[in-house]
């Protein structure tokens, strides 16, 4: 098809290709300009790349080499977590971390650690004595010779923070649509014509957030000066509770491949364990295998001696568009106004609010009029928050309720109410799968993983989306598969 000789269905000022964190995070931030912009989604939600399964960091800023914009971005970033937490309510904590050493190489690696983040502008720094670190964390390993710690260490939920994005970018007039997979790119005089086969869009400026598939978008408009390297990364989750022990983000020493194994609390009490670091051919393998997890286990333990494999209760893979110029690719590639966010690997959820403040400033300069909305609204409410469980005996009766009734148990391993998943389903951004629910209320996150709330959000799903079942999206990963590579794992740990 010609798309610049055919009618474009939708005509805005600004197209931007993704709806990851990085997607989300720039059309949020210009929702507040009288702009119509459209944002283009391949998958049927939004988070449903790498921003749904990251290690949930929001780095200190002391890893990213100074003078590069992971360096900079990530520390302009981090500072603007605790507004954003206040405007948007998706969940964040500054827990601080401690990077640990277990050798002389190790503390010179701490140093130089201390002397690049001081450069990025990192405050409180701080090498830590063995009996210093394990007051912090006593779940420690003992034979540790002294720890990097860094107070302005944060944790974030990835993709509940991406989901707050795209539901205050929507909420101020941002146009997204979700099963829109960008297939081709023309451009005709100073108008680009994006078709996704279903639909064709035209706008002057087109913003490329396709995080992994990055490159092959760009290609599409003949953008495209650098590669990308799809990076598996694989993980371990603990179930709710498990966190008590380790309250902090506890990293072992960066290696050439990345941080490295790292042990984290999440903001819902969970422990998350991983990732490893394995170059894929193809940016949609999130396979996981046993063999891989009993190593990334095996890893975290030199941290934390005291995991326990049977608390494990889900394993994922995240992809990491590691870019070929070993920085962020953020600029306006050689066909004009065709902006791309390339290499977007991390520290890029700690960087995306920082990444949009830059792209917004690449807009000015380019000579973009951006002008305030009077009606910009920055507030977005929470649909569930963090908190204790209560007591399984105490909610059967609960579970026993009727539909229709907001105190109806949905999911009882995780307490989810009926009102949290109407909530959920109500909030202008269209859900028609069981993990986009869950993503959002926690329905399916617990140790059964759905096995008895997943019919149950069926059913909500049809009778307050209207759809039916052949079009409801199950849950992405096969729970006996999964058992299966969990117990072929556990088995590995005890050879
Ligand atoms: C294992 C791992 C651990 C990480 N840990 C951290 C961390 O702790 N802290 C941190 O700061 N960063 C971390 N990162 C980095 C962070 O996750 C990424 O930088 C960030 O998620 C990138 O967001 P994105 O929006 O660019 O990409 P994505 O989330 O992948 O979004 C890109 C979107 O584009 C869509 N898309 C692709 N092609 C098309 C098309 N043709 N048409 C329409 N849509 C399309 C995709 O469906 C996808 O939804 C980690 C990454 C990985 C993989």
Redesign the pocket.
Known sequence: MNKANSSPVHNADIII????????SVARRLSRYNLNILL????DD??????????????GGYTAKAGTLKGEL?IRGNRMFDQLEEELAFGFKRTGSLVLAFDKKDIFTLEKLVDNGKQNGVEGLEILSPEEALSRCPSLNTDLLGALYCPETGIVS?YEF?IALAENAVHNGVSLHLD????SIEKKDSLFYVD?GASVFSAPLIIN??????G??AAMAGADNFTIHP???Q?LLFRRGSAESVETVIFQPPTEMGKGILVTPTVWGNLLV??DAREVNDPGDLGTDPESLAAVFKTALRSVPGLDASKVIRIF?????TGDRGDFIIEESSVSGFIN?GG?????????PAIALKIEDILKTRGLILREKQNYDPVRKAICRPGPLADPRDITENIKLEYGNPDRMVCRCEQVPERVILDALNRGLPIRSLDAVKRRTRAGMGPCQGQFCGSRVKEYLQNECGLDDSTIIGHSRDRQEMKRILDEMRSLLKE
């Open positions: 290709i993704g709806a990851g964190v990085i997607g989300c283009l989604e391949a998958a939004v988070a449903s790349g790498a921003s749904k399964a990251n290690s949930g960091i929001v780095h990530s990835p991406t829109t997979k960008v297939i996704s957030a396709a995080g992994a598939s990055s092959d978008v990076r598996k990364g993980y991983g990732p893979s995240g992809i990491r568009p966010l977007i690997e991390s520290p890029g959820l700690t960087s995306s």
